[in-house]
């Protein structure tokens, strides 16, 4: 949250949606649209595993997306700054089109987040 907040970018914090299954699921920050880029549903994830990876993937593709405008965007933001990501953990997430960015080079995000 600090760091969306230092570099002006609006969010909305802990948003539940309810997915076509009609389970609830909670994401960290919502960025809304803005005339350059379509909403932004963002998940942090300060230990990245296999399994949380796999959960994500699951509340998104699987059953959050199909409930939200067809232009959203699902961002991770992996932390790296206490271990090394194991690259098949990133690579997972961008066949399902969701956006890994990690933590460690997060500057360079700040234009597509604040925009």
């Known amino acids: 949250e600090k760091y969306l907040r230092s570099h002006q970018v609006r969010f909305i914090r802990s948003v539940k949606f309810t997915g076509k299954s009609g389970l609830d699921h909670s994401f960290d920050f919502v960025i809304p649209a803005s005339q350059k880029r379509?909403?932004?549903v963002v998940q942090a994830i300060n230990h990245p595993t296999r399994q949380n990876i796999g959960f994500?993937?699951?509340?998104?593709v699987q059953d959050t997306k199909d409930v939200r405008p067809i232009e959203s965007?699902?961002?991770?933001?992996?932390n790296d700054s206490e271990q090394v990501?194991?690259?098949?953990l990133i690579s997972a997430l961008n066949p399902y089109g969701i956006k890994p960015l990690l933590w460690s080079k997060r500057e360079e995000y700040v234009e597509e987040l604040a925009e």
Do not use: G, N, S
């Open 38 to 40: 379509p909403e932004r």
């Open 56 to 60: 994500l993937i699951f509340a998104w």
């Open 73 to 78: 965007t699902a961002y991770a933001i992996l």
């Open 85 to 88: 990501i194991k690259p098949d």
